[in-house]
């Protein structure tokens, strides 16, 4: 069995609740997926430990193994270089030894009935989290960052059973789950997007070049 966050409510007392149950868990963590069977996009662990159980649902492994595997296009840094919206828990910060200093926090009371302060990160121009190392395009926290940003993906790019996909399209249905579409891209077409990506376009741009590619090829 495997365990899905559920999905946020955009109720901070909750959301962030659900966010603490994850920072909990987080060696547990496998990945983010879009589950279909489940119409869910959310991150997903092996065990919940300590964690409550009430943030999570049930996934049998073969809606793992069907679901596809959001992945990261390394020396990309899109996430991180512009309007990051960056979070993290003072909890988590403390745990994890990362000092934060003088940066905005705001207080929350966790549906749990539990304050947490929360520190936003993002505090260089262009909202750039401050933690992003512009040179080397990455995270200088490493295996440290925040869960929030450990989870979060920009949803373009994924794995399935050895083979790659970019998604196409996305739309959130009114029960709170999200409808996703992908699309298996060549190994070749892959390397293009891994190209374009490292140059700065923007992951979107690249996808939409590639299918433009692809339907020029098939005209
Ligand atoms: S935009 Fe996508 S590929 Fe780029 S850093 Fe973020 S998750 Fe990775
Ligand atoms: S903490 Fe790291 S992963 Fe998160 S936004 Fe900042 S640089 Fe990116």
């Given at each position: 069995m495997y365990y899905a966050l559920k999905h946020p409510t955009g109720r901070k007392a909750y959301d962030y609740w659900l966010i603490k149950q994850a920072s909990l868990v987080r060696k547990f963590y496998i990945g983010t997926y879009y589950i279909p069977s489940k119409k869910m996009y959310t991150a997903v662990f092996k065990r919940i430990g300590e964690a409550d159980p009430q943030a999570f649902i049930e996934l049998t492994p073969s809606e793992v193994r069907y679901g596809y595997k959001m992945v990261c296009i390394e020396g990309c840094g899109q996430c991180c270089e512009k309007n990051s919206g960056a979070v993290i828990m003072k909890s988590?910060?403390?745990?994890?030894?990362?000092?934060?200093?003088?940066?905005?926090?705001?207080?929350?009371?966790?549906?749990?009935?539990?304050?947490?302060?929360?520190?936003?990160?993002?505090?260089?121009?262009?909202?750039?989290?401050?933690?992003?190392?512009?040179?080397?395009?990455?995270?200088?926290l490493g295996r440290k960052k925040p869960t929030l940003c450990m989870i979060s993906y920009c949803g373009a790019f994924a794995e399935r059973q050895g083979k790659k996909y970019v998604r196409v399209s996305g739309k959130f249905l009114s029960n709170g789950k999200v409808e996703m579409v992908f699309k298996e891209v060549s190994r070749r077409e892959w390397n293009d997007l891994e190209g374009m990506v490292r140059n700065g376009i923007n992951v979107w741009r690249a996808v939409a070049e590639i299918l433009r590619r692809r339907n020029m090829g098939s005209k």
């Open positions: 988590e910060a403390e745990s994890m030894g990362i000092e934060i200093r003088n940066k905005p926090s705001e207080e929350i009371r966790l549906v749990d009935g539990s304050v947490e302060t929360i520190y936003r990160l993002d505090t260089r121009k262009g909202s750039q989290c401050v933690f992003y190392n512009s040179k080397r395009k990455n995270c200088t």
